[in-house]
């Protein structure tokens, strides 16, 4: 699949480009490197999915962090990398996040949202969003993301990047159903 770029739309404005419009809600799956998460990161997460619920079907696993128990973060990365590429299909829309990647406003997180769930800008069957371990992501997640995205300028672990992103895709369909979460 091709790399998505984001329009760079200059305007300032609340919504998105499909505020209002139907848009096919494509299943999220949310993965993430842990073996185990803090009670209050799965609460606040839990909290969100079903938030989401309502929009779109989305669900939340885990990929074993460093299952060969290595202390080489090169190894740790490859083994982990294993887990993501196992589950991403080949018609899948992969959004990897990364301290790298691009900075998307609420609004444009709504856009991309809605270009996968109307087809336009190389859309799949369905999006996942990849959030690695503590040494990121191995190239073969990297070639295959359509678009790397960052949360933060800031470095964030990856149980906080999580809670992040779930909010942000909830903002995002509060966005495009015209609601009155953000702002």
Not at 43 to 66: E, G, M, Q, T
Not at 80 to 103: A, C, R, S, T, Y
Not at 145 to 158: F, G, Y
Request: charged fraction near 25%; proline fraction near 4%; hydrophobic fraction near 35%.
């Amino acid at each position: 699949m091709k790399n998505y770029q984001i329009p760079n739309s200059g305007a300032k404005t609340r919504g998105s480009k499909y505020t209002g419009q139907s848009i096919k809600p494509l299943p999220i799956h949310i993965l993430t490197v842990g073996k185990t998460r803090s009670l209050g990161v799965q609460l606040i997460v839990k909290d969100y999915v079903d938030k989401i619920k309502p929009y779109c079907p989305i669900h939340d696993l885990r990929i074993r962090s460093n299952p060969k128990n290595s202390t080489d973060p090169r190894i740790q990365i490859e083994n982990e990398e294993i887990g993501f590429m196992n589950f991403i299909k080949q018609d899948d829309w992969v959004v990897m996040l990364d301290e790298n990647g691009i900075d998307l406003k609420s609004e444009e997180m709504a856009d991309l949202i809605g270009d996968a769930g109307t087809g336009n800008k190389g859309s799949g069957s369905r999006m996942v969003f990849c959030i690695g371990g503590a040494y990121g992501h191995g190239m073969k997640v990297r070639e295959r993301a359509n678009l790397r995205v960052k949360l933060s300028s800031l470095v964030l672990n990856h149980e906080i990047a999580l809670v992040v992103l779930v909010e942000q895709l909830y903002r995002a369909w509060t966005i495009l159903k015209g609601q009155k979460y953000h702002h």
